[in-house]
C-alpha cells in the first residue's frame, strides 16, 4: 500500500509545487495582469489538445476502438451519476440563487483532465492515458454543456441550441481528429517531428494548468479564501465521499477493474478553475470557486493518493 501511495504523491507533489510557483509570481506582481487569461488560452487552444491528439491518435487503431467504446458508456452513466448527486447534496450549501450553482457544478465535475490525465500517464503511461481520455469524453461534453449553463444562466435561454453549441468546442475536435487519424492510419504516415511536437506540447499541460490555479488564486485575498468553512466541506464531498459513491455504485454493477480505475481517477480529482473563470466572466464573484479550488488542491495531494492505494489493496 505504501508504495502504491508515493507512486501517486510524487507527480501529486510535482503539480502542487506549480500551483505554489504561480501564486508567488502573482503575489509578487512577476506577471503582466492578463497572464491568468494568456495561460488558459494556451491550456484551451494548444496543449490540451496536443495532449489528446499525441495519445488517441497513437492508441485509437479500430482493434482497440471494438474494445474500448464501453468505456464511453460507463464515463457518459458517470457523469450522469454525478450530476444527480450534485443535485441532491448542493442545497446543504446553498438553498438557491447563483451560489447553488456554483456547488452543483463543484460537487458534480472536477479537474479530471489537467489534472487528471497527466496523473494518469505519469502513473501508468500512454496506453491508460488513451482510455482515460476515450472514458472522459462524455464528461468533457457534459462540462461544456450542462456545466456552462450552470455557472453562466444567462445563456439558458438559448435552450437546445446552447447545448449544441457548446458541445462543438475546439478540445472536442482536436480530440475527434486524433481518434480520425488513430483509425485511418494517418499517424503511420505524419513526419516523425510532428508526434514528437504533440507529446511535448502534451507533457506540458499539467504543469502549466496548475500554475494558472496559482496565477488565479494569488488575485484573491488568501485569508478569506481558507476560512471558507463551506469550501472544506465541499471539497471533501469532491475528494472523498462522491468518487466512493460513483466507484461503489459501478463496482456493484460488475464493472471492470480498469474501468472503476478511471471512475477513480476522474471523480476524486479536486475542484477545477471553471468555477472560477465562469463566474467571474459572467459578472459574479468567484472566490467561492477559488477557495475551493486551492483547498481541494491542497487535500489532493493525500486524498488522491490514499484513495488509490485503498483501491489497490481493495479490488487487487
Known sequence: MLSTFYATLSPMLVLFT?????????????????????LSRLEYYILGPALSLSSLSKNCTPESISKEYVLILYGLAAGILAIFISYLVAGFFAKDGYQNRVYKYAIAFGNFA???????LAIFGDEMLYKYIVFTMPLTILVTTWGVSILIPTKRVKGKLLFLKNAVKFPTVMALTGVLIGITGLINVLPQFISQT????????????????????????LKE??????????????????????VAVFAVLGCSKTALLLIL????????????????????????????????????IITMPIMYALFTMLLG
Not at 18 to 38: E, H, R, V
Request: proline share 5%; aromatic share 10%; net charge positive.
Open 265 to 300: 481517477f476522474a471523480f476524486s480529482a479536486p475542484h477545477g478553475l471553471n468555477t472560477v473563470v465562469y463566474p467571474a466572466s459572467s459578472g459574479h464573484d468567484a472566490s467561492l470557486g477559488a477557495s475551493m479550488s486551492i483547498i481541494s488542491h491542497t487535500f489532493s
Open 225 to 246: 479564501i481558507l476560512t471558507n468553512k463551506k469550501a472544506y466541506y465541499a471539497s471533501i464531498m469532491r475528494l472523498i465521499i462522491a468518487p466512493t459513491i460513483i
Open 198 to 221: 504533440l507529446s511535448s506540447l502534451g507533457g506540458c499541460m499539467g504543469p502549466i494548468a496548475m500554475l494558472l490555479l496559482g496565477v488565479v488564486v494569488g488575485q484573491y485575498n
Open 18 to 38: 506549480c500551483i505554489l510557483f504561480g501564486y508567488a509570481m502573482s503575489k509578487f506582481k512577476l506577471l503582466p495582469k492578463d497572464t491568468a487569461t494568456a
Open 114 to 120: 489537467y489534472m487528471g490525465q497527466p496523473l494518469v
